[in-house]
């Protein structure tokens, strides 16, 4: 049996925004820097043999603020990047709904066989990217005996290990939160993922007391 930790990235003043990423190299913002501490201080005892961390630097730089007090080194795979959107990507998303508003309505639908329009990059379906994200992590854990790793990735990757999990299709909405530096508690049989526990973001409680305590002194 294996314990993964899925993490989701820190914020970006992309993600503040609503301007999609995709795999477009976004860094964290202040903020996410903050949130990517917090989430290494709260993991600072929890044994680990690996951190692995999609090779996009908001996830990256998340995966540091873990591996780096611990002298662990990150362990970087395509594997664990978002999905790629082709076109949409850095735009916002009321602009996409006006410039493509046929891919828009197939992508809010979860067409899980449209690809959007090509831009900077080549967009990938849904299904592509789901098959993507379920072998990777499937891959990692089979491949290692890891007791319990971390990996870093991003809201879509996520969603994909939530919905294979649970036995979900895309037809079913998206009734499940995914934040910003969340610890998402999974397990690895052998031969199917169950979830432990979603979204722990009871780590960055302490940033809420800080920026109380920074008012106070004020």
């Keep these: 049996m294996t314990e993964i930790l899925l993490i989701r990235h820190g914020e970006t003043a992309w993600n503040a925004k609503r301007r999609l990423q995709g795999h477009l190299d976004i860094p964290l913002n202040e903020e996410g820097e903050r949130q990517a501490a917090a989430l290494g201080r709260a993991l600072r005892d929890k044994p680990l043999d690996a951190v692995f ?13 873990i591996a780096a007090p611990r002298g662990m080194q990150v362990h970087l795979d395509r594997g664990l990047r978002e999905r790629c959107y082709g076109a949409f990507e850095g735009m916002l998303y009321g602009e996409v709904s006006q410039r493509y508003p046929e891919a828009y309505t197939a992508w809010q639908a979860r067409d899980i066989d449209a690809r959007f329009p090509e831009g900077v990059h080549i967009a990938e379906t849904l299904r592509e990217f789901s098959q993507r994200v379920v072998a990777t992590i499937t891959r990692i854990v089979t ?8 990996m870093v990735a991003h809201g879509g990757v996520l969603e994909c ?6 036995g979900l299709g ?14 998402n ?34």
């Design 53 to 65: 961390s999609s090779d996009l630097q908001r996830a990256r730089q998340t995966a540091e603020a």
């Design 170 to 183: 895309f037809s079913h909405a998206r009734d499940f939160d995914i934040f910003n530096a969340s610890v």
């Design 143 to 150: 491949e290692n005996k890891f007791r319990r790793v971390a």
């Design 185 to 218: 508690r999974f397990t690895w049989d052998g031969s199917k993922l169950k979830i432990e526990h979603w979204g722990d973001i009871t780590h960055l409680q302490e940033l809420d007391e800080e920026a109380l305590d920074e008012l106070d002194q004020t």
């Design 161 to 166: 290990a939530y919905r294979a999990a649970q």
